[in-house]
């Protein structure tokens, strides 16, 4: 398989965390395509510009994380990181849902603060970070009860979480909530979560 990605990207690293969890990681070449300036080369497998993008062994193209995700899950069955069925499946595709709006929203920021100071939006940035406080702020209860496996849905938050201190480390969104973080000291070091972090 290829993966076509960018190593800053938090949609990607959810991808290579799934990868790793799920014992796929040698399995996965990773194709350097990062969108920025110009998505040439992440453009010729996914119209939208964006990675990750996902090549199968036979030849099949997936794009978007969630997408992605589901496919490498599906290929090991054991110990899924998405339940296959019931209130539990939702739970885990909510709190993914929740997390991909929270990098979406810290994402706007970040590139609106790479505008020209005179062209930046302060109602755009402060709409965002008012979404992500709320969303962070919803998180402790997508990790109850504690002893729920590291599924998708903690990976995402997981991810969220590691994004938002590495582009946003400056905003107050409440991540010292006592409960989410010692969650986030506790798994933040995980392997895959270590292998994966930007630089």
């Known amino acids: 398989m290829k993966l076509y990605y960018s190593p800053t990207s938090p949609y990607v690293r959810k991808v290579r965390v799934v990868a790793?969890?799920?014992?796929?990681?040698?399995?996965?070449?990773?194709?350097?395509?990062s969108p920025w300036p110009l998505p040439t080369t992440v453009a010729a497998v996914n119209p939208l510009g964006k990675v990750p993008a996902l090549v199968t062994d036979d030849g099949l193209t997936l794009y978007d994380s969630p997408v992605i995700c589901?496919?490498?899950?599906?290929?090991?069955?054991?110990?899924?990181?998405?339940?296959?069925?019931?209130a539990a499946r939702w739970r885990v595709l909510r709190c993914q849902a929740l997390c991909d709006g929270v990098l979406d929203a810290a994402v706007a920021i970040v590139l609106e603060?790479?505008?020209?100071?005179?062209?930046?939006?302060?109602?755009?940035?402060?709409?965002?970070?008012?979404a992500i406080r709320?969303?962070?702020?919803?998180?402790?209860?997508?990790?109850?009860?504690?002893?729920?496996?590291?599924?998708?849905?903690?990976?995402?938050?997981?991810?969220?979480?590691?994004?938002?201190?590495?582009?946003?480390?400056?905003?107050?969104?409440?991540?010292?909530?006592?409960?989410?973080?010692?969650?986030?000291?506790?798994?933040?070091?995980?392997?895959?979560?270590?292998?994966?972090?930007?630089?």
């Open 20 to 33: 790793i969890e799920k014992g796929l990681a040698e399995q996965v070449e990773l194709v350097d395509a």
């Open 70 to 86: 589901e496919y490498l899950d599906a290929l090991v069955p054991a110990s899924p990181l998405i339940p296959r069925s019931g």
């Open 113 to 130: 603060r790479r505008r020209p100071e005179a062209e930046r939006s302060a109602a755009a940035q402060a709409r965002a970070t008012d």
């Open 134 to 199: 709320r969303s962070v702020a919803a998180f402790g209860a997508e990790l109850n009860p504690a002893a729920t496996p590291f599924d998708l849905g903690q990976i995402s938050i997981a991810v969220a979480l590691g994004y938002l201190e590495f582009r946003l480390g400056d905003l107050d969104i409440g991540t010292g909530a006592p409960a989410l973080a010692d969650w986030w000291r506790a798994v933040r070091d995980r392997p895959s979560l270590a292998a994966t972090r930007p630089g």
